[in-house]
């Protein structure tokens, strides 16, 4: 079976506000980050404005999810 990697679908506007969104949209991203060949990560760039920490927290829990 042939599978096609994606990387990206990630809403990046929920660095702008707090673990509560991020935690929202990692329920949305998990049945699909089990996927062989999806990475869920913010296409482009982060905003501007974006808080660090949430990133850092995105992450971590990605890890946990993914790993």
């Given amino acids: 079976m042939k ?3 994606k990387v990206g679908g990630m809403d ?3 660095f702008l506000q ?3 969104a991020v935690d929202k949209e990692l329920e949305r991203l998990e049945k699909i980050a089990q996927l062989k060949g999806f990475i869920p990560c913010p296409d482009h760039r982060i905003m501007p404005g ?3 920490e949430l990133v850092k927290y995105y992450a971590r829990k990605i890890k946990e999810i993914r790993f």
């Fill in 3 to 5: 599978f096609l990697p």
């Fill in 12 to 14: 990046k506007r929920v």
């Fill in 18 to 20: 707090d673990k509560a």
């Fill in 50 to 52: 974006s808080r660090f």
